[in-house]
């Protein structure tokens, strides 16, 4: 079994920056691909970024290209989103969430298999 704890969220004001971290408890983290998702109040669970197991590919919502970043640190068993330039729009609660099915990063969410128990992210206008 695989368990996935997050840290890191919380408020901030609209602009300001915030990073995530998902730490992973298991035998094979640097065999799983990685994702992040994010379900506001009354919405879809959506997906926001994925990286492959060993990094060299990512994968990005348009709504977040070009203001988050995804990585990972196989040796310390964290994946990690850096979230720059935050927009009110980005308040939801956040989820990590392993793929044991595929080297390379999906978007579909039914596709992950282990989920963290999410952390709220608030953006203040």
């Known amino acids: 079994q695989v368990q996935l704890v997050e840290s890191g969220g919380g408020l901030v004001q609209a602009g300001g920056s915030l990073r995530l971290s998902c730490a992973a408890s298991g035998r094979t983290f640097s065999r799983y691909a990685m994702g992040w998702f994010r379900q506001a109040p009354g919405k879809e669970r959506e997906f926001v970024a994925a990286i492959s197991q060993n990094g060299g590919r990512t994968s990005y919502a348009d709504s977040v290209k070009g203001r988050f970043t995804i990585s990972r640190d196989n040796a310390k068993s964290t994946v990690y989103l850096q979230m720059n330039s935050l927009k009110p729009e980005d308040t939801a609660v956040y989820y990590c969430?392993?793929?044991?099915?595929?080297?390379?990063?999906?978007?579909?969410?039914?596709?992950?298999?282990?989920w963290s128990q999410g952390t709220q992210v608030t953006v203040s206008a």
């Open positions: 969430a392993a793929d044991v099915g595929t080297l390379i990063p999906r978007p579909d969410l039914r596709r992950y298999d282990y």
